[in-house]
């Protein structure tokens, strides 16, 4: 015997010890093998008495596979133990195609209630395989039987088998529900006639059957029909007509809906909106954001409420087309609901919108309990924008919560209001960041003299970041009067407060800051100097070279990789000579950097020094020289 | 810089191509300053295809949109670029403007807009 056949022999003993990690551990070692005596063993394991023995066997079972494995299992399908019943089928039906074979064996098993499992299984397999033997099992003696495979072809979907459940819905009244909807499944189309000829059928289930799976098989040809029967039917068939008439609309046939009348065409896609399909609430969806009024509104926010994240998007997306037609209903929900998910959503879509009449009823929200409310009603009325909705503003400014202060004081300089300039200034001392840069920026947006002054105030405040701050928004609300604060502020002791300045006197262009600026290039910090030189560029242009020249000799490589660039991109002439010296910088990023500058100087006294370098250590320099001397080779 | 016009129910979309430095944004400026003496004051700024902006560009839209403002407008951005965004982050713009991923969000923030008229 070999090793392999002694551990196995082994394993089969243990699972048989009455301790139960024994067992355990034995049936977990079984799962690695291979062959059936294995299989066969973790089988008889669906009888042993400690549950997590089972589903380890289970397990292993379905990582097996395999028709030998299907084959013991079939066995169990008469067990005598229900969850022994079970948990086999569910491994067999897991097991999936390889259970097909041993499973129509069990179609013609002496037990009626193997046969039946059998064909259940086989219906959630769903295998074309099982068809021809699924048909014999139509004959079965057994009413249930007969059920479940008429059912297990409608899941297998081969049109083959229609003729044969044509046969059954004529003869066999019992199993005529499940054939007609088999049919619905399989969506043949000869199977339409006999099902029109059951639309209007005495026996509720049948016509209810036939409802469905005209919807289940988009059959066009069966939509006028529908919609001749809507007039005479009663509530629920009206209900399973509107469902079949949306499944067949929604499948590239909208058209059969465009001759129904408004009242009904609008019912049909509220019902669908009610139902369970998702496909067909999305089509009535999509639908209803090309109508407008009270009702469709309403129906609409009503379908908010649901967890599927793809319905609630696409219900927020037809409410911004069609919100503003139903005032009432909204105001109705912003005051009557404390739902904090629908209340978020119901502003975002008015944000949207950002219609004025929406404001006061957004407003009474600034008091709502939920912050993360009380944060969107802020960011609403600053995309409103009217200035009725300031003194809300005002009040969530000084909010408990921080999000809802930032929001708010951002919303405040979206609407402007030049009176409500102190409430910012005190969002600047604000401990939060956000709220301070919120306050900034609306401060920026608002401007105007009392701004103006807080901000050069600023630049001396005793916190540096304020130093920061103001330096940064004076350049951007970038007036003439705020020039001479900012050429100040390049004596400022912070160097974040002195780049602000630099960059923002670019910004403002002002004739008076030329001066100032080409003395930052001498700052004692690299990051000033780097701002200076584009400030110098962006007043001067081209002209600018000669005063950058001094800074390719920058003890601080970066600056002098800046400024190499810089020169490169305005073509500055005069500094040939210096960018040709940097091809020996001992420092590759600068070499390289001067090889580009050249190539885009485009001077033909560059090209010799430039092909010296291809025999540099770094092969980035040697591809950069090159490229440039191709450059200026091919410029004229 | 090349700036494409789009005319739209409700907005104007100004497409922007290039470099929004100095010289390009004083021309947006231009251009939109004339748009908005026309009676056009709602505006998307499309800025996918801008790889290259600065602070005299970043000032300049600021500038813009307080004319925008001004007039009672609306002019929102979309379409940054990851640097472009992280830019707008750094300088604390993100706290001035209304930025949209896209166009089509930000065509919807107009689609009510109609609506207020009278």
């Not at chain 1, 919560?401 to 609407?415: D, E, M, P, T, Y």
Request: hydrophobic share 45%; with cysteine.
């Amino acid at each position: 015997m070999s090793t392999h056949d002694e551990l196995l022999q082994s394993l089969l003993e243990q699972l048989t010890s009455e301790d139960v990690f024994e067992r355990e551990q034995a049936c977990l070692q079984l799962r690695d093998f291979d062959g059936d005596e294995a299989g066969a063993a973790l089988v008889a394991c669906f009888e042993d008495p400690d549950l997590g023995i089972r589903e380890l066997a289970a397990e292993g079972l379905i990582e097996m596979k395999g028709e030998a494995v299907a084959s013991f299992l079939t066995v169990l399908l008469s067990h005598e133990d229900i969850s022994v019943r079970n948990l086999a089928a569910e491994v067999l039906f897991k097991i999936g195609t390889d259970s097909v074979a041993p499973l129509c064996v069990c179609l013609t098993d002496s037990d009626k209630d193997v046969r039946k499992f059998a064909a259940d299984i086989l219906g959630q397999i769903g295998s074309k395989d099982a068809v021809k033997p699924l048909l014999g099992a139509l004959g079965d003696e057994n009413a249930n039987v007969v059920c479940s495979a008429v059912e297990a072809l409608g899941l297998a979907g081969d049109p083959e088998a229609v003729p044969a459940l044509i046969k059954i819905l004529d003869e066999r009244e019992y199993a005529r529900p499940e054939a007609i909807e088999a049919l619905g499944r399989i969506g043949d189309e000869a199977s339409l006639e006999v099902l029109l000829k059951n639309i209007q059928h005495e026996d509720d289930v049948v016509r209810f059957a036939v409802l469905d799976a005209l919807g289940r098989m988009n059959a066009v040809d069966a939509a006028p029909q529908l919609k001749s029967m809507l007039d005479s039917a009663d509530e629920t068939t009206k209900d399973l007509i509107f469902f079949a008439l949306i499944r067949i609309a929604r499948s590239d046939n909208r058209a059969i809906l465009e001759d129904l009348p408004e009242h009904r065409f609008r019912e049909c896609l509220f019902k669908s909106l009610e139902g369970d399909d998702k496909h067909c609430k999305l089509f009535a969806i999509r639908e209803l954001s090309h109508w407008k009024g009270s009702s469709v509104v309403e129906k609409l926010i009503a379908a908010l409420d649901t967890d599927d994240e793809d319905i609630r998007a696409s219900v927020k997306q037809a409410l911004k087309l069609t919100v503003f037609s139903a005032f009432d209903a909204v105001a109705d929900v912003l005051s009557g609901s404390n739902d904090s998910r629908l209340l978020i959503d119901i502003l975002e879509t008015i944000s949207y919108t950002g219609n004025v009449r929406f404001a006061k009823d957004v407003a009474r929200l600034s008091v709502h309990e939920d912050p993360e409310v009380r944060e969107e009603t802020a960011r609403t009325l600053g995309r409103i924008g009217d200035h009725t909705v300031i003194k809300t503003l005002v009040k969530l400014a000084g909010d408990e919560n921080g999000h809802v202060r930032s929001s708010a004081l951002k919303s405040i300089g979206w609407v402007g209001d030049e009176r409500e300039v102190e409430h910012l200034i005190r969002g600047l001392d604000d401990p939060y960041q956000d709220v301070q840069e919120a306050a900034m920026g609306a401060m920026v947006l608002i401007g105007g003299k009392r701004i103006i002054e807080q901000f050069k105030t600023d630049l001396n405040h005793t916190s540096p970041r304020r130093q920061r701050l103001a330096a940064m928004a004076l350049g951007w609300i970038g007036e003439n009067e705020v020039v001479d604060p900012l050429i100040s502020a390049l004596n400022h002791p912070e160097w974040e407060v002195r780049r602000s300045a630099v960059e923002a006197l670019a910004r403002i262009a002002n004739e008076k800051a030329i001066e100032p600026v080409k003395y930052a290039l001498n700052d004692e910090e690299p990051q000033v100097r780097k701002a200076a030189v584009d400030a110098l560029i962006s007043f001067e242009g081209n002209s600018a070279g000669e005063h950058l020249i001094p800074l390719l000799d920058d003890e601080d490589v970066w600056v002098k990789f800046h400024v190499i660039n810089a020169i490169g991109q305005i073509r500055a002439a005069a500094t040939v000579e210096k960018l040709t010296d940097l091809l020996c910088d001992e420092n590759d990023v600068v070499r390289v950097a001067a090889a580009k500058a050249l190539a885009n100087l485009g001077d033909r006294r560059a090209i010799a020094p430039l092909k010296a370098l291809s025999t540099d250590p770094n092969s980035d320099v040697v591809t950069a020289a090159s490229e440039a001397v191709r450059v200026i080779e091919r410029s004229k | 810089m090349e700036v494409s016009k789009e005319q739209n129910s409700g907005y104007t979309c100004l497409h922007l191509d290039g470099r929004l430095d100095l010289n390009s944004s004083s021309q947006l400026k231009d251009q939109i300053k004339g748009l908005l003496s026309e009676g056009v004051v709602n505006f998307i700024i499309d800025l996918n295809g801008v790889d290259f902006i600065n602070s005299s560009g970043l000032g300049t839209l600021v500038s813009i949109l307080k004319d925008v403002r001004m007039v009672k407008g609306r002019m929102v951005l979309c379409n940054l670029a990851q640097y472009v965004h992280e830019i707008f982050e750094i300088t604390q713009l993100s706290h001035i403007f209304d930025i949209y991923p896209t166009e089509k969000q930000a065509a919807e923030t107009f689609s009510g807009s109609a609506v207020n008229v009278g």
